[in-house]
């Protein structure tokens, strides 16, 4: 049965606002609010922090994708909450239906020039990103997006040796010897050289910003330049077996002062470990593969 | 029976089932836990002594299984327990009856001691800062503290080794003793480095990934 009050085209025939224009304001009101908080409210919190270059590149990756997000979220939630409001059966006890939604070729080719526009801008930023400086993450034996260093200051060295269920780290440019415990300098270059000895493990500096799975066999790199002392929650990223959950522990970063005493004590401290390790290697295969029995 | 009737039995039947079922897991699984072995006080001081064997009891559920046992100070009264009870803050006198033979460290770092009093452990009563990595059975570790301990292997030439758990002072052995201070109260596992699980690939397989044998907790109280 038609309604009482439906046209040629069987709709009521009501003055309707321009709800186009409505929802397109309302959504510039929410997006620029939402944007604004994001970018100087809730960005500067973002993890991972501050405790590296890197780590505060990623601050920043982090904001840009989440207030590029913003306008995508309000634009759904916008159109969402003013449907629910304003196109709600205002009389339920008459039943209309809409009109038919035929296609529109200018909210299509507007649909894809837009979503195509975001998804390669975000490719193209998140390339360059990396490639600057390589964001903290492993990048493989043969790095391609290595920070600048400078020819008198090389990166300090550090070799991360996971294995069932610790880390150990070597120094190579400390007579090649190797610690429980990790330290760094602050405000300088560091390049890890991730392996294993055994399965898959995953060395996720948190503070600093740097996650690099460590592969038995593999020397995966990756860069970090800190900043100032702090501390450094370290843990295994990667499922390794039943005391995955404990392979955590703290890392500290230290002035140039305070790190080059430590390292000097360290090398004393494991004079008689030292002499028994192999000479330094980019990776290691220890024997056994499989006990005798 | 009515309809409604026989619905009500079959409900009242299935809930029974599942009442039964929520039972047996609480008492079967959920309140299972290992067993746990004390220190030892005494006029020394507080004490621990643990053993390590090639192979589990016989009657073990896994008897072929490399494990750690407690014992007492005589090597008596073998407890399959991989959960210690310490006092905290404490120094805590550790030793070790180590029958199983030599398989080596994978990290030959892992080789000198660390953490205990002194940096430094005893081995057949001669004090060492470090092994052969080579040498090497096992290894008590705690990584949350920082005490790692290497046990030195039997060769394999000995002539009267231990096959199965328990083993007397009389089968071939080293004796290891250390002392290292307890944290504050709390639950730290503890584990072994040498990947000493026979049969499985890289050795670690079987008794390493299972606690009660190769690793389990600390209980400081």
Redesign the interface.
């Known amino acids: 049965m038609d309604h009482p009050a439906a046209g040629s085209t069987g709709m009521p025939e009501v003055n309707e606002p321009n709800h186009f224009l409505r929802i397109v304001l309302w959504w510039l009101v929410v997006s620029v609010i939402g944007t604004a908080l994001v970018v100087f409210v809730l960005g500067p919190g973002l993890p991972p922090g501050n405790g590296s270059v890197e780590a505060s590149g990623q601050v920043t990756d982090n904001t840009v994708l989440l207030a590029l997000s913003v306008p995508v979220a309000a634009a759904v939630l916008v159109y969402l909450t003013y449907a629910l409001i304003v196109f709600r059966e205002r009389e339920p006890e008459v039943y209309v239906d809409g009109p038919p939604i035929r296609g529109n070729a200018s909210i299509q080719l507007w649909w894809l020039v837009t979503t195509t526009v975001i998804v390669l801008f975000l490719a193209g930023y998140g390339s360059i990103r990396l490639l600057a400086d390589g964001s903290g993450g492993g990048q493989g034996p043969n790095p391609i997006a290595a920070p600048a260093a400078s020819s008198s200051d090389p990166p300090l060295q550090v070799q991360v040796?996971a294995?069932?269920?610790?880390f150990?780290y070597r120094f190579p440019g400390y007579g090649g010897v190797?610690v429980?415990?990790l330290e760094l300098p602050a405000n300088t270059l560091v390049e890890f050289h991730v392996t294993s000895?055994?399965?898959i493990h995953s060395f996720w500096a948190y503070q600093l910003g740097v996650k690099a799975d460590a592969n038995p066999g593999v020397d995966n790199v990756a860069y970090v330049t800190t900043k100032g002392p702090l501390s450094v929650n370290i843990r295994c990223a990667e499922l390794c077996?039943?005391?995955h959950g404990?392979m955590f522990?703290t890392a500290h970063v230290v002035s140039k002062a305070d790190f080059a005493t430590w390292i000097r004590a360290q090398e004393t401290?494991?004079a008689?470990?030292t002499k028994?390790?192999?000479p330094y290697s980019k990776t290691y295969f220890?024997?056994?593969?499989?006990?005798?029995? | 029976m009515s309809a409604s009737g026989k619905r009500l039995a079959g409900i009242a039947v299935v809930a029974a089932i599942v009442c039964v079922a929520i039972a047996l897991y609480i008492a079967l699984y959920l309140t299972n836990v290992p067993g746990s072995a004390s220190a030892v006080e005494t006029s020394s001081g507080t004490n621990l002594y643990l053993a390590t064997v090639a192979s589990a009891a016989t009657n073990d559920p896994h008897p072929t299984w490399v494990s750690y046992y407690a014992v007492d100070a005589n090597d008596q009264n073998w407890r399959h327990a991989t959960t210690y009870v310490l006092p905290a803050n404490t120094l805590v006198h550790v030793t070790i009856f180590q029958f199983d033979s030599q398989?080596?460290?994978?990290?030959?770092?892992?080789?000198?001691a660390?953490g205990t009093v002194g940096?430094t452990f005893t081995l057949n009563g001669k004090t060492m800062?470090?092994i052969?990595?080579d040498t090497a059975s096992h290894v008590f570790?705690i990584?949350?503290i920082?005490l790692?301990v290497p046990l030195y292997g039997i060769s394999s030439t000995a002539k009267n080794p231990c096959s199965n758990a328990p083993c007397p002072l009389s089968n071939d052995h080293s004796t290891i003793t250390f002392t290292f201070r307890t944290p504050a109260k709390g639950l730290y596992?503890w584990?072994c480095?040498v990947?000493?699980?026979?049969?499985?690939?890289?050795?670690?397989g079987g008794p390493?990934?299972?606690?009660g044998y190769m690793?389990g907790f600390i209980k400081v109280v």
Do not use: H, K
């Open positions: 040796i294995q069932q269920w610790q150990n190797e429980p415990d000895l055994d399965v077996g039943v005391w404990y522990e401290r494991f008689p470990a028994t390790l192999p220890p024997p056994p593969e499989r006990r005798g029995g | 398989t080596g460290l994978r990290n030959p770092f892992i080789g000198q660390t940096g800062e470090a052969d990595p570790a990584p949350a920082g790692s596992r584990q480095f990947p000493c699980a026979a049969g499985f690939i890289q050795g670690f390493m990934q299972t606690v690793d």
